[in-house]
């Protein structure tokens, strides 16, 4: 028996993932594609491809000027609930009285 070929620009792979990331793939999926984990894997393709031209880019520029340590003092800084603001004071209006 032989197997119909893909029609279209897609190559068919197999890859092995832990049943926790499949169940999270096949979420997504049901979530956003009706189902199509396919196009779960397309998203997330398009991902790893903006990441690698995105750090083409940064290379281009002369590379990261953080060190790793640093980075990660950023991220642990972000992460941290910001704040609480103070409210400013409101003055009361004057009003005026009538002469």
Do not use: C
């Amino acid at each position: 028996m032989t197997v119909a070929k893909r029609t279209g620009a897609t190559e068919k792979i197999s890859i092995s993932v832990r049943s926790s990331d499949l169940a999270a793939l096949r979420r997504r999926a049901d979530r956003l594609y009706d189902g199509n984990v396919s196009a779960v894997i397309a998203e997330l393709a398009a991902d790893a491809a903006l990441f690698e031209n995105m750090e083409k880019l940064l290379e281009s520029l002369g590379g990261a000027t953080l060190t790793d340590e640093e980075r990660a003092e950023l991220d642990r800084d972000w992460a941290r609930p910001a704040a609480p603001t103070a409210k400013p004071t409101s003055k009361k209006k004057k009003t005026r009285q009538a002469a």
